[in-house]
């Protein structure tokens, strides 16, 4: 079901999955591998979030709230240059600034919200998938 109810606008743009396994793909449709679990959740986050964008804090708070403020920093840091090195020459389709994170809404496509996607996605599965 490769592409289901995508649009040829829709092939040029990054395309994040959330729906099934999570998945990333550059617009030619090849995929960006994201190693860490924190790392996808991240970007899951940042995929639902207002404007594609979340706060530096919010992202700590609900990725390491088990760690003291200084150790939860670095794994924030981490997990930014991981996303950082598996984009590549992409990168490009994040937004940074001191006070968050976010993608660029013009580049970036996200399953759940298509709603042509979601009713073709319906219509040709049996049985539907976990969202992430």
């Not at 109810?5 to 990054?14: K, N, R």
């Not at 996303?83 to 976010?102: F, K, N, T």
Request: proline share 3%; hydrophobic share 40%.
């Amino acid at each position: 079901m490769e592409n289901c109810g995508i649009g040829v606008y829709v092939l040029s743009l990054f395309r994040i999955y959330l729906i099934g396994d999570f998945r990333l793909e550059e617009p030619g449709g090849k995929s960006i591998r994201i190693a860490g679990k924190k790392t996808r959740a991240m970007l899951a986050f940042l995929s639902v979030g207002m404007n594609m964008s979340r706060t530096k804090s919010w992202i700590i708070d609900h990725l390491w709230s088990d760690r003291g403020p200084d150790q939860a920093a670095a794994s924030y840091r981490q997990c930014l240059h991981e996303m950082r090195r598996a984009l590549g020459p992409h990168r490009d389709i994040l937004v940074s600034s001191y006070e968050g994170l976010g993608l660029d809404t013009r580049k970036v496509w996200v399953d759940c919200f298509d709603q042509a996607y979601l009713e073709t996605l319906i219509d040709n599965v049996d049985e539907l998938p976990e969202f992430i």
